[in-house]
Nanobody, 118 residues
Framework: QVQLVESGGGLVQAGGSLRLSCAASGRTFSSYHMGWFREAPGKEREFVATISINGAATNYADSVKGRFTISRDNAKNSVYLQMNSLKPEDTAVYRC???????????WGQGTQVTVSS
């Protein structure tokens, strides 16, 4: 089992940058595929990015490709989301999640709010 805590959200102007962090508890972090998702008011949860166990493989939603970068540091039990060129439509609660392979995302953090002003 793993517990996840996000940080790094905040208010930023359009065009700005933020770096989100997700700290995981437990000694088995390196055995989980990790993902970032976001939830905006009135919208369904949206996939943002995923990263494989060793960080070799990443995948992004088309809406963030080229602007966001997911990374992980297994020694620090952490996964990150670097967000550049932010747009107002990126405003949402961002949540990290963990899954074993294969399987659905079973563990979720509480989320961190990102607000992008125009």
């Amino acid at each position: 089992q793993v517990q996840l805590v996000e940080s790094g959200g905040g208010l930023v102007q359009a065009g700005g940058s933020l770096r989100l962090s997700c700290a995981a508890s437990g000694r088995t972090f390196s055995s989980y595929h990790m993902g970032w998702f976001r939830e905006a008011p009135g919208k369904e949860r949206e996939f943002v990015a995923t990263i494989s166990i060793n960080g070799a493989a990443t995948n992004y939603a088309d809406s963030v490709k080229g602007r966001f970068t997911i990374s992980r540091d297994n020694a620090k039990n952490s996964v990150y989301l670097q967000m550049n060129s932010l747009k107002p439509e990126d405003t949402a609660v961002y949540r990290c999640a963990a899954r074993n392979s294969p399987g659905a995302y079973a563990y979720w953090g509480q989320g961190t709010q990102v607000t992008v002003s125009s």
